[in-house]
């Protein structure tokens, strides 16, 4: 059987790539890497406290206290019926702090009297003082709420003049003086971010399914180019190209040799990649066979793109270092990891012509938000155009 | 039949005339030197010959055929094993040869069948399997060359074969080149050894700054430009002032040279006795004498000027 060049360079190069260490760290480790550590400093999976909670108390109030407590992005609770249950859990380092809601909580709650918490700490004192402070803030903003809420039962039913010590007040100025009492001083918190935006970075690191998004796309836009370019940049450091160059094989086969290689390594990383954060994350998806054409586009414009810079390039070390700039750089403005509405207002439109924008937007679209074709046709036609610039260039 | 011929070659990188109107021939059957100083022109040469780089001006015919115009062709003639090794450290031999056998659209069983033979003659065998990074220069020198030589080229180019390796494994790589000559292939090949030009080639040109200062057998060009021979006396250190007072009343042509001196003559045999004689006489007995015939390093200076190991740094 005859050896075809097209499948002997693309098999040559994915060996060359899966052999080499720092190849494997730059496409596989790092994103994995980058995940694990926005999706547990911010994802609803990786809260930053688990608390182990036993509400001895069982009543309305206690239960909306701790409802409210859980559905925080900071603290995980983990209920248990017994306390030293709870305390071994805490023990055992698996659980930051004990909250125990002890019997009477609603009762003395909801007849005006002081309600109590018992609150155990883990002896690591960043520990203890971040998760003190936490519960503190929470307990200071549930009592408050509380206390209006109970202010506005007492307005319902308070006469409206009440006698008191011969006179009689207005309950308009009865209700002002308690309402001194439950909140003596109040601070108006100024904005000092921007609200909106830092919420909608923190979803963007928070939805699950867009780190699915963030995978495929890294790998399509940083290590297509950069692979790319390194295994051209290599050859001609090497001096290989130039026994590509001085065999009959022609360009063609070679560019599509280089190409296939590139595809197969990239599908590959792109399923070792997504399996593994299906698996960690567990995200909830819409697939849709949609992807794929987005995927693939967007894999060979990144291919395509990369051989290119080296073709431009003076020299191998200046291709390899142009591509991992602009490869950096549009991992930034792309929405991989920030939202378009976070970068400037020129850089933004920077942003929005580059293909591979097109690309995380469909991808998020496709999997997260459940869109369809419409979302997909344009970043295709673009990224696939992407790829135009070198064919000119070899032939 | 003539195998390679080159006609009014030139190269210009921007102002740099890297070629300036070379034109030669190669017989087939031939081994044929180039031998040069850094950046004589060498690799710019058999690059353009190869394919590799486009010539500014020129002709290159192979076999007949022109080397510009039927690309195709002409590089399956060609054999093509560049200045640097050129070989995927992450890939084993086997798999290197593989891959060039593809390009060169080789049948796998007609691959396997060459790798067998080649490396016999190359002496490849026992390191085929180990990754290419791991092999020592010499032996990656092997695998490049068995590379190059895959597809049964009819004309072989080899950018400097043998830079670093050692003299024994020099001398080995030779009997391997010998070895390809006799399986009927013509061998080009670049060298800045002036004892591997003399050695190896039939027949060497010598470049200097883009253009053959002269071309030739080795014997015949050492004959023409190599000056006389030398008897090179070395006495004592102390009285090496008192030999040359000794032999300038002799009235010889002489020269100092290291902690020796050379003396011109056309018949060295003879002048040895004599010059021992007449040493000895005057209590200067030389500890050492030396006769030295031209070599190719003489024809170079006395071509250019200037000596071809001094160049080269
Ligand atoms: N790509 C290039 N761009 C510009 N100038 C070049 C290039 N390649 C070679 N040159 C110049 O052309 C001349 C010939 O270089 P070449 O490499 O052909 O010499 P060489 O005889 O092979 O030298 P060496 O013994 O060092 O291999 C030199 O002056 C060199 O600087
Ligand atoms: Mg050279």
């Keep these: 059987m005859k050896l075809n060049p097209i499948i002997e360079v693309a098999r040559k190069d994915m060996l060359s790539f899966f052999r080499s260490k ?374 | 039949m003539i195998a390679l011929e080159v006609e009014g070659l030139t190269k210009m990188y921007g102002e740099v005339r890297a070629l300036d109107f070379i034109s030669f021939h190669v017989n087939e059957g031939e081994i044929f030197g180039l031998l040069g100083p850094n950046g004589s022109g060498k690799t710019t040469l058999m690059e353009i010959i190869a394919g590799v780089r486009a010539p500014t001006s020129g002709s290159v015919k192979v076999f007949g055929l022109d080397a510009l115009r039927e690309r195709e062709k002409v590089s399956r003639l060609i054999g093509f094993n560049p200045q640097e090794t050129m070989l995927y450290g992450d890939l084993s031999g086997w798999e290197n040869l593989r891959f060039v056998a593809s390009l060169y659209g080789m049948d796998d069983r007609e691959f396997r069948r060459r790798v067998e033979e080649l490396s016999e003659i190359l002496g490849t065998k026992g390191f085929l399997d180990k990754r290419v990074s791991k092999l020592s220069g010499g032996q990656r020198r092997r695998i490049s060359l068995m590379a190059s030589v895959l597809h049964s080229p009819h004309l072989l180019i080899l950018d400097e074969p043998t830079v670093g390796l050692d003299p024994e494994a020099r001398r080995d790589f030779w009997e391997v080149i010998w070895g390809l000559r006799d399986e009927g292939s013509t061998i080009l090949l670049s060298t800045h050894y002036m004892e591997e030009a003399d050695e190896l080639c039939d027949r060497v040109a010598i470049m200097d700054k883009g253009r053959i200062v002269t071309l030739g057998e080795p014997e015949e060009l050492k004959r023409r430009y190599g000056g006389t021979a030398k008897v090179i006396v070395y006495p004592r250190l102390r009285l090496i002032g008192e030999a040359e007072r000794a032999l300038r009343v002799m009235s010889l042509k002489l020269t100092r040279m290291g902690d020796g001196l050379a003396v011109d003559t056309e018949e060295p045999e003879e002048l040895v006795p004599v010059l021992i004689t007449s040493l000895s006489s005057r209590g200067l007995e030389p500890e050492r004498i030396e006769i030295r015939s031209p070599t190719l390093e003489d024809v170079f200076l006395n071509l250019t000027g200037r000596p071809l190991a001094e160049v080269m740094e």
Excluded: C
Aim: hydrophobic share 50%; no cysteine; glycine share 8%.
């Design chain 1, 22 to 395: 720092s190849t494997l760290f730059w496409t596989l480790t790092f994103p994995l890497l980058m995940m694990l550590l926005f999706s547990s400093m911010f994802g609803g999976r990786g809260a930053m406290f688990t608390i182990a909670v036993v509400d001895q108390d069982g009543g309305n109030v206690s239960k909306a206290f701790l409802e409210d407590l859980n559905s925080t992005n900071v603290t995980r609770l983990v209920w248990f019926s017994s306390e030293s249950d709870a305390k071994e859990y805490v023990m055992d380092g698996r659980a930051d702090a004990l909250l125990i809601v002890p019997r009477g909580f609603s009762d003395n709650l909801t007849s005006g009297l002081t309600a109590e918490l018992r609150f155990y700490t883990s002896e690591d004192p960043q520990v203890r003082t971040a998760v003190t402070n936490m519960l503190n803030g929470f307990v200071d903003a549930f009592s408050e709420e509380y206390r209006a809420r109970a202010l506005a039962i007492l307005e319902e039913y308070m006469p409206p003049e009440i006698p008191a010590g011969g006179r009689n007040l207005s309950r308009d100025i009865v209700i002002s003086f308690l309402r001194s009492f439950g909140k003596p001083v109040r601070i108006r918190i100024a904005s000092i971010t921007k609200p909106e935006l830092t919420s909608e970075t923190a979803a963007y690191w928070k939805e699950e399914g867009h780190w699915i998004t963030v995978m495929l796309a890294y790998t399509l836009i940083f290590s297509g180019m950069v692979g790319a370019a390194s295994l051209l940049a290599y050859e001609k450091l090497l001096g290989t190209v130039k026994r590509l160059i001085a065999s009959p094989a022609s360009r063609w086969s070679l560019l599509a040799g280089k190409l296939l290689g590139g595809l197969a390594i990239l599908t590959l990383s792109q399923l070792i990649l997504v399996l593994l954060t299906i698996l960690w994350l567990r995200p909830e998806l819409n697939w849709t066979p949609l992807i794929i054409p987005v995927v693939i586009a967007g894999d060979l414009a990144s291919l395509g793109l990369g051989l290119l810079v080296v073709e431009l390039s003076p020299n191998p070390k200046a291709a390899s270092e142009a591509v991992t700039t602009v490869g950096i750089m549009i991992q930034f403005v792309s929405g991989l990891y920030f939202p378009l509405s976070f970068l400037p207002d020129p850089l933004r439109a920077v942003a929005e012509i580059i293909p591979f924008t097109w690309a995380v937007k469909a991808l998020d679209g496709l999997l997260v938000m459940g869109k369809g074709l419409e979302s997909v046709a344009a970043p295709v036609i673009s990224l696939a155009s992407a790829l135009f610039p070198r064919w000119a260039e070899v032939e």
